[in-house]
C-alpha cells in the first residue's frame, strides 16, 4: 500500500513540465559525464609528454579607443575586435598585422563581438543600448536590436545563428530570434545587479551569467528557469566561459580570483585560482585543459585546469587586459586591452618526461617594438540604412555558400550532424541550414526525431514536392519555428508529425486537419480560439490538452495528468517502480 502511495506522489510530480525537463536532465547529466571521463583522460595523457608554452609573436595596432573584446571566427581564419572607438575590426588572423575591414555603425562604446557558430555573421553589443548583427563576409548591417535601458555589455550566440543573448547593466539578460523580427523573445530578470557577461553552452541547453551581485546563474534554455546560483564570489562577476564539452564552467571577478565550476550540479568551487588583480577576462583552451585570463595588472595569465597551477604569465600591454581568447586550435592566445592594442601569442610545444613539471612560471614579454601599421578600408552602416560601398573581401574569408540539392537520404544524413553538432556542416557545400534546397526531397519522416535540443531556422525550405511528414518532428522537445507559411499541398501522411515536440506552439490553420490532430503530448497546432472541435480544452488552463479523451480513462483518477504529459507518465512509472523495487 505504501508503495503504491509513493508510486502515486512520484507520478503526480512528474506530470509537470518541469518533471519533463528533469528526465532530460538526468539522460544529459549521464552523457557529459563520460564525456568528462573522456576528456580527463585525454588530460592525463597529454599533460605527462607536452608542455605548450606562448612567446609574444606581434602587436595589432589601429584603434583609438580601448579593445574590450575579441572573438574568433570558427575557422580561425579570421578574428573580429570591439572597441571604445565605436568600429569593428576585423584581422586576417593567418597572416596579416592590419585589419582587412572595419565596420562602423555604433554611436557608443563596443564592449562585445562573438561569431555565430557557422561564420556567417557577428553580432556585437555597445553602451548605445543595442545590439547589431552583421554579416561576416561583407560587413552588411542585418539587423539591429533594441530592448535594453542600459548598456549591453555582452553577446554570444546559441548554436544557431537566429539565437542570440544579450547581458546588460539595465541588470536583464535578453534572447533574440533574429530571424523572426528581431525581437526578444524573453528577459531574464533573476540577477540585482548590471550583468556583465553571457556564455552559452556548446549544446545550447544552458546558458551561465556573470553578474555585478557577485552571482553566476545557470539557465535552462527550454523554459527558463534558474538550474544554479552559485554565489562564492566576492566581488562583481565580469567573465564565464564554458569548456569545450560543458561540464565546466569557468568565471573571473574584481575580488582578483577565478573560479572552476561544475556546470551541473553543487554551489561549491572546484578551483579557486588567485592573483593580485581583478579579472576581466577568462577563457578555456580548446581541448579544456588550460584556462588564460586577462587582469588589471595588464598581464595574461596561463593556467592548469587540473591542479591549479600558474603555467605562464605574459606582460606586453600597458594597460588593463580586457579581453582573452585562444584560436579555435588552440595555437594561438589573443588579447585587448585598454591600452587601444591587441597582442598576439604563438605557442610552441616542448616534449616533457612523464614525471617533469614546469619548476617555475615561465613570463614571456615582447623582445622587438611592435608594428605600428593602420587599418585600411572603413564600411560605415548608419541604424537605418546598410552600407552602400563595399571593400572587396580578403582572399581568405569564406567562400559563399553554394547551394547543394538534396536526397531524401542526404538530407536526413545532414539534417543529424547539424542537430548533433553544427560545427561539422560543411557550409561551404549545402549553405546555411535555412538556405537548404530540399525541392527534391519526398519524405521528411523521421527527420529531426528526438533531437531534442535542436531548433533548425527551417522556415524558407520548399517542401511543396514532400509527400510524407510522419514523425518528423516527434520528440524533437526543442523545436518553435514558424513553419506555417510551408507549402503543404502534397502531403499524403502526417502521421506523429509533432507527437511530444513540446515547444511547438504555432498556428497552422490554413494546414489540413490531419495536421493538427498529429500535435499531441505538448504540441500546440492553433490557438486557443481557434481549436478544431475533436481537440479538448483543459478547463483550467484554457489550453488545448491535445489527448483525445480516451487515452485517459483507463488510468486511475489520482494518476491522470491535466495537460499533456501522459507519456511522462508512462515513463515516471517505470522510473519510480525502479527506485522502489530495488534491492
Known sequence: MVSTSLLTIAISLLCTARAQRILHEVAHKTSHAANHDKSNERYSATRRTEISQFNWSHTLTGNTGAVNSIAYSPDGREFASASDDETIKLWNAENGERAIRTITGHTDSINSVAYSRDGSRIASGSDDKTIKVWDAITGALVRTLEGHSDAVNSVAFGPYRSRIVSASNDGTVKVWNTENGGDAIQTLREHTSPVRSVAFSPDGLRIATGSNDRTIKVWDTNDWAVLQTLTEHSGSVNSVAYNHDGTRIVSGSADNTIKVWDSFVGSDALQSLRQNSSVYSVAFSPDGLRIVSGSSDTTIKLWDVENGELLQNLTAHTETVKSVTYSPDGSWIASASDDDTINMWESTTITASPTSQPTAVISASPTTPP????????????????????????????????????????????????????????????????????????????????????????????????????????????????????????????????????????????????????????????????????????????????????????????WKCSASSVNTVFVGATLAMVLFLAP
Open 371 to 558: 608594428p605600428t601599421a593602420q587599418p585600411t578600408a572603413v564600411i560605415s552602416a548608419s541604424p537605418t540604412a546598410q552600407p552602400a560601398a563595399m571593400t572587396t573581401p580578403s582572399p581568405t574569408a569564406q567562400p559563399t555558400p553554394t547551394s547543394k540539392e538534396f536526397n531524401n537520404e542526404e538530407l536526413k544524413k545532414e539534417v543529424s550532424k547539424y542537430c548533433n553538432d553544427v560545427d561539422s556542416i560543411d557550409v561551404g557545400t549545402y549553405g546555411l541550414i535555412n538556405e537548404w534546397d530540399v525541392s527534391q526531397v519526398t519524405s521528411m519522416e523521421g527527420m529531426f526525431q528526438l533531437h531534442e535540443s535542436c531548433n533548425p531556422p527551417i522556415q524558407n525550405w520548399d517542401v511543396s514536392n514532400v509527400q510524407n511528414f510522419d514523425g518528423m518532428f516527434k520528440g524533437a522537445t526543442s523545436f518553435n519555428q514558424d513553419i506555417s507559411e510551408w507549402n503543404v499541398s502534397s502531403v499524403a501522411n502526417f502521421g506523429d508529425m509533432f507527437d511530444g515536440a513540446i515547444s511547438f506552439n504555432q498556428d497552422l490553420s490554413q494546414w489540413p486537419q490531419a495536421a493538427i490532430e498529429s500535435c499531441v503530448n505538448g504540441a500546440i497546432c492553433n490557438t486557443p480560439s481557434n481549436v478544431p472541435k475533436n481537440v479538448p480544452i483543459n478547463a483550467q488552463s484554457n489550453e488545448p490538452s491535445n489527448l483525445p479523451n480516451h487515452q485517459h480513462s483507463n488510468l486511475p483518477s489520482e
